[in-house]
């Protein structure tokens, strides 16, 4: 069942960006929801293998040795571990504030997992929610090898994971399809790695489209404005460039 939006807005970046350009575009689509903007579905990937460091988190000793040293970093606007975005598709989504009508905002997670599992469905592999917790004492950097219990999993490796950002009342949610493992952190695996036999017939637009009609009853896909991509040039330059924007 859709969000009671009767449309969200698509977009499909066609080029591969860098960390910093994807996060300031993130951002900005935030702070127009928050001046009323309608809710935007983003469908992207990136440039080179990055490591995003979530908001809170420090940049650790271990990053100034190869192979990390060498390694594009940027810092998330959203909490949690930090994420090698690497062989995977990310998603965002933003949902305006005044009439938000979601329980609670956690509900988005399990809505929009719910429609990735669907299209997982579709192209003949079955994601599940991990449904439980599984915090440890010492929680590891790298946020695919924690364990939250809105995860989606296939057996017992994490494929989806998503993080939230709320300002003004508006809601960014953002996550990472994973697709394969990265050379960088051949642990964490994706679904080629975990089911070899399937072959997705289905593309990123598909699974945006899928994930659009999670939140609007119509899918308007269109790209980004001309003032749009000048303010998100602008967050780039002003934040995203440096990883201590903080």
Known sequence: MPLPYPECRLIVEPELLSGADNMARDEVLLEAATLGGGPVLRMYTWREPTLS?????QREPWM?????????M?????????ILHDREWTYSC????RDFRLHHPYDLYDRIHDGIVTWAAGQGF???????????????????????SHDLCLGESKIV??????????????????LQHSPLAPEIRGIHDLASETVLTGDRRSLGIQLAHVIGSNVIENGWTESELSA??????????ALEWR
């Open 232 to 241: 998100a040039e602008g967050m780039r330059l002003r934040k995203y460039a």
């Open 94 to 97: 933003v949902i305006p504030g």
């Open 126 to 148: 079955s994601l599940r929610p991990r449904g439980v917790n599984h915090r440890q004492a010492d929680e590891p950097y790298l946020c695919y090898l924690r364990g939250d």
């Open 64 to 72: 100034e040795s190869s192979p990390w040293s060498e390694t594009a």
């Open 161 to 178: 994971g998503s993080a939230q950002r709320r300002r003004r009342g508006a809601l960014l949610q953002h996550g990472s399809f994973l």
């Open 53 to 57: 460091l979530g908001y809170f988190q």
């Open 74 to 82: 940027v810092r998330r606007l959203t909490g949690g571990g930090a």
